[in-house]
């Protein structure tokens, strides 16, 4: 129980992120999250060895979240009324813009396939090209070739989005 605790702290808001770059609504990230260490659990529970938990716990919520993301095939946008309540007039227009932003990013990113919507957002977490390769399940040699040309494939779509939403 003592190692799944120390995991569970050490990597828990690196999945909270992680999810909420797939997912914006804070109750469902909290479920899959919730969801992703109940896994752990029962592997640990199970007596499965685990060399790397972190690509393993990696692994495990970007696939929840591609799961989640695919059966609905909608973009997210991101609108909290009660920060806003919380904000003055120039933390509105801050929270605003950056509400903004992450939904061009997350409609844009929509737009991309599944597999490259997960290299972008692992590659976004900071991971080596090695533990991309073992998440996503691409080979390790085709990781740099395949972010470039995501990314590059992911700048039009960015430029397109960000253009409509100037012009609603």
Known sequence: MKQFDDIYRQHYTMIFRLVSKFISDR????????????????????????????????????????NIVGRRQETYSIDDASVYALCDNECVMQKYEEDEQKSVIRQALARLEEHERMIIILYSEGLSYKEIAEISGVKFTSVGKTLSRTLDKLKPLLKRQYDAMLNK
Not at 39 to 52: G, H, N, S, V
């Open 27 to 66: 109750q469902e990230i909290e479920d899959v999250v919730q969801e992703v260490f109940m896994k752990l659990f029962l592997e640990m529970q199970a007596k499965r060895t685990m060399d790397y938990p972190k690509t393993w716990l990696y692994k495990v919520a970007s696939n929840q979240c591609v």
